[in-house]
């Protein structure tokens, strides 16, 4: 079992920055691919960014060019740095991790942290 917590959500100004910190807990060790997702209101939940364990990275074309990902896999955390902000990235964001040890799991989500970009 693996738990993950978000934070650093906020009310930040246009053209302003985030960082974004989610600390997984538990039975680390199985964890893969881990990335960031977020669901604005009335929307689906997307994708922003994913890392691999080797430290692949892949970004939504929305945020690719001002939004970096990373984790540091001996503090069982991962980081999101968004700068630029836009109100449309207005949204909740979410942390998601993959599971490589229990097939009957597979996956887990954090709870989310809300992100308010204002004009």
């Known amino acids: 079992q693996v738990q993950l917590v978000e934070s650093g959500g906020g009310l930040v100004l246009a053209g302003g920055s985030l960082r974004l910190s989610c600390s997984a807990s538990?039975?680390?060790?199985?964890?893969?691919?881990m990335g960031w997702y977020r669901q604005a209101p009335g929307k689906e939940r997307e994708l922003v960014a994913t890392?691999?364990?080797?430290?692949?990275?892949k970004f939504a074309d929305s945020v690719k060019g001002r939004s970096t990902i990373s984790r540091d896999n001996a503090k069982d955390t991962l980081l999101l740095q968004m700068n630029s902000l836009k109100p449309e990235d207005t949204a909740i964001y979410y942390c998601?991790?993959?599971?490589?040890?229990?097939?009957?799991?597979?996956?887990?989500w954090g709870q989310g942290t809300q992100v308010t970009v204002s004009t």
């Open positions: 538990g039975d680390t060790i199985c964890i893969t691919t």
């Open positions: 998601h991790a993959g599971d490589m040890c229990d097939v009957a799991i597979g996956e887990y």
């Open positions: 890392i691999t364990g080797d430290g692949s990275t």
